[in-house]
């Protein structure tokens, strides 16, 4: 089993900026595609960002050039810089991640591939 905890959400005024985080931990063998996604009030889940391991990035056009997404393996982490902020972009953040568990084998660790979603982080942008 996998935890995903996200940190960082809060009140902020548009123009502002906002850094949030989410660490993995659990049953980690490693980690393919970490990012995040967000909901509105109303709205369905849609993508923020993602990056893979190999440090492929993908933005909503929604975001490009004021979001950075980065993460460090050594953690198990992600992070979303949030720059440029609008009063659009308030919704409830959450962080998802591909997570190859361990198998419990010796001789073949590499476990079975999950998806693991954080409990959410609230962002509000206000104008």
């Known amino acids: 089993q996998v935890q995903l905890v996200e940190s960082g959400g809060g009140l902020v005024q548009a123009g502002g900026s906002l850094r949030l985080s989410c660490v993995a931990s659990?049953?980690?063998?490693?980690?393919?595609?970490m990012g995040w996604y967000r909901q509105a009030p109303g709205k369905q889940r849609e993508l923020v960002g993602t990056l893979t391991s190999g440090g492929r990035t993908n933005y909503a056009d929604s975001v490009k050039g004021r979001f950075t997404i980065s993460r460090d393996n050594a953690k198990n982490a992600v992070y979303l810089l949030m720059n440029s902020l609008k009063p659009e972009d308030t919704a409830v953040y959450y962080c998802?991640?591909?997570?190859?568990?361990?198998?419990?084998?010796?001789?073949?660790?590499?476990?079975?591939?999950?998806?693991?979603w954080g409990q959410g982080t609230q962002v509000t942008v206000s104008s």
């Open positions: 998802n991640a591909d997570v190859v568990e361990y198998s419990g084998n010796y001789f073949d660790p590499r476990g079975n591939e999950y998806d693991y």
């Open positions: 659990g049953n980690i063998f490693s980690i393919n595609t």
